[in-house]
Structures are given as C-alpha cells and as structure tokens.
Nanobody, 127 residues
Framework: QLQLVESGGGLVQPGGSLRLSCAAS????????IGWFRQAPGKEREGVSCVNSRSGGTNYADSVKGRFTISRDNAKNTVYLQMNSLKPEDTAVYYC????????????????????WGKGTLVTVSS
C-alpha cells in the first residue's frame, strides 16, 4: 500500500510562514505527480499546487501564486510546500496526494484525478 504522510502544520500569525512536508513510503515519487490540496471547514476540497516529479513542472492555484512554492527532493522521496505571507483564508487541513504521470504531462490540481492520499495536516492562520 502506497503511503503519504504530511507534516509541518501548525498555528501561525498572518504574514508568517510554514513549510509542509509530504513523505512517501513504499513507492518512489519519481514517476508520480504530487499535489497539495486543502479543505477548510464547510468548504469543498481545493487544489493548491502540484509538481511533476519526472519533469519538475509545477502548477499553482491563483490564490497562492507568488506566496507558495512547491519543491521535491527525489532522493528523500519528499515533496515540500513552502508557504509565505500566510493569510487567515489559508486556514485549512492540507493534504498531499499522488497520481502516476508521464514526463510530458502538466500536473493537475484537480483533486478528482489523484489516486493516493495522506491524512492531512492542519494549518491555522490566526492572530
């Protein structure tokens, strides 16, 4: 069974930063797209960012462009989400997910296309 484990969530003040990690086990990230998604209370799950681990290509939701950066360390089998200039509206449970991808494809932040999911980590942005 493929496993993804998120970490790095917590409480941060508006304008602050956090770095989330998504560690994969029992499979290698090299052939997968990894996405970050979030779900706030009472809202639908939404895509935040993704990376094609084969090509390095990335994609971002408009709401986080310029503030969040996704990166991968294939040697550590881990994907990161650096979140800067955090806003209260970024408060949510953040999930990482994986799906197989070809080297040519652009990864998608549509959560319907993801096959494997972690259990999430809570990010709270509040003063």
């Amino acid at each position: 069974q493929l496993q993804l484990v998120e970490s790095g969530g917590g409480l941060v003040q508006p304008g602050g930063s956090l770095r989330l990690s998504c560690a994969a086990s029992r499979f290698t990230l090299d052939y997968y797209a990894i996405g970050w998604f979030r779900q706030a209370p009472g809202k639908e799950r939404e895509g935040v960012s993704c990376v094609n681990s084969r090509s390095g290509g990335t994609n971002y939701a408009d709401s986080v462009k310029g503030r969040f950066t996704i990166s991968r360390d294939n040697a550590k089998n881990t994907v990161y989400l650096q979140m800067n200039s955090l806003k209260p509206e970024d408060t949510a449970v953040y999930y990482c997910a994986a799906a197989p991808i070809t080297i040519q494809a652009m990864c998608s932040i549509d959560y319907h296309g993801m096959n494997y999911w972690g259990k999430g980590t809570l990010v709270t942005v509040s003063s």
